[in-house]
């Protein structure tokens, strides 16, 4: 079983597009994250879930706008995709929001063209 | 064995040697520490953790060491195989915050 699992795996898309990106968790775990990681294999973190809630939220472009329906799930939705968001995404969790290792999931590797 | 005085981006070993991985972190205020493994089309895979009221950890192969004067985490992976040819990362956290990475390091392990 994937502890977490995110869908797409890979994504091409015209600039301009909209697209998500879903990540399922079954580790019953109360954190979720998303990561971006470009072309140098550079890690950033974009956003943190607690609970459902948002509680970390880096420097992104309001274009990005992460949802968690319930504690298990965190999708990312880019709206007017641009050639700079070409990056490997990856989501992650962990049982509490810090001092604690993070589950990641095998990434998207999306491709705005 | 081979080691690494500053972190530098790539570390080729032969097989059966002592590879040693450093990494420098930024935050004097970080509490825990976690060195990553990335293999080719994954996602980062945990391999140790130490906490700062420590200065050495060992795992199964492998080491973690931190010095928190000079703010510096070292991977040491014992007897190295082409299986751990991968990149890694150390990664610092504090309360409130989430994993902040470090620059990966590349191992390339021949046989």
């Known amino acids: 079983d994937t502890a977490v699992s995110q869908t797409p795996k890979y994504l091409v898309t015209q600039m301009g597009n909209d697209k998500s990106i879903k990540c399922e968790q079954n580790l019953g775990h109360d954190t979720m994250y998303w990561y971006k990681q470009d072309s140098k294999k550079f890690l950033k973190i974009m956003f943190s879930y607690n609970n459902k809630e948002l509680i970390i939220n880096e420097t992104v472009p309001n274009r990005f706008s992460p949802k968690s329906p319930d504690k298990a799930h965190l999708n990312l939705h880019i709206n007017s995709l641009e050639l700079g968001d070409s990056a490997v995404y990856f989501c992650a969790s962990s049982q509490a929001p810090s001092l604690t290792e993070a589950f990641f999931g095998q990434g998207t590797r999306l491709t705005v063209v | 064995g081979e080691s690494v005085g500053l972190h530098l981006p790539t570390l080729s070993v032969q097989e059966g040697d002592n590879s040693i991985i450093n990494c420098a972190y930024s935050n004097s205020a970080s509490d825990y520490f976690i060195w990553y493994k990335q293999e080719s089309g994954k996602g980062p895979q945990f391999i140790i953790d130490?906490?700062?009221?420590?200065d050495k950890r060992q795992g199964q192969r492998v080491t973690v060491l931190l010095n928190k004067t000079v703010k510096h985490l070292s991977l040491q992976i014992a007897a190295t195989q082409p299986g751990d040819s991968a990149v890694y990362f150390c990664?610092?956290?504090?309360?409130?915050?989430?994993?902040?990475f470090g620059k990966g390091t590349t191992l390339s392990v021949s046989s």
């Open positions: 990664a610092e956290n504090q309360a409130g915050t989430a994993l902040i």
């Open positions: 130490i906490r700062s009221n420590m």
